[in-house]
């Protein structure tokens, strides 16, 4: 059974970068995200890569300033996140599609996922 371990999550201004990472021991060739949740919300899909082509998916929220990839190598994932806004603010997940491909379900459907880490905490302040 492999782990998620996301690290990377802190405090920021507003307009400010951090980036995510997510250690995927015992992981390799599945399709995995990123997602979000923050107080009194559902969990929210913010972005998705695919294994194989490596398709990537994101939401329209953080379209155009977040940046999914990943170290197959070193079974690593990343999110690096710029122009951070306080709406950006919650616990970011790390997420993995676990056993036999199944493409089914949208990218960005926290259902499409099996395999979750325990998260780490953004906050951005205005």
């Known amino acids: 059974q492999g782990m998620l371990v996301e690290s990377g999550g802190g405090s920021v201004q507003a307009g400010g970068s951090l980036r995510l990472s997510c250690a995927a021991s015992?992981?390799?060739?599945?399709?995995m995200g990123w997602f979000r949740q923050a107080p009194g919300k559902e969990r929210e899909g913010v972005a998705a890569?695919?294994?194989?082509?490596?398709?990537?998916y994101y939401s329209d929220s953080v379209k155009g300033r977040f940046v999914i990839s990943q170290d197959g190598a070193k079974n690593m994932l990343f999110l690096q996140m710029n122009s951070l806004k306080p709406e950006d603010s919650a616990v970011y997940y790390c997420?993995?599609?676990?056993?036999?491909?199944?493409?089914?379900?949208?990218?960005?459907?926290?259902?499409?996922?099996?395999?979750w880490g325990q998260g780490t905490q953004v906050t951005v302040s205005s």
């Open positions: 015992g992981y390799s060739n599945y399709d």
């Open positions: 997420a993995a599609k676990v056993g036999a491909l199944d493409r089914r379900l949208p990218a960005l459907y926290a259902q499409k996922y099996n395999s």
């Open positions: 890569i695919y294994t194989g082509a490596g398709a990537r």
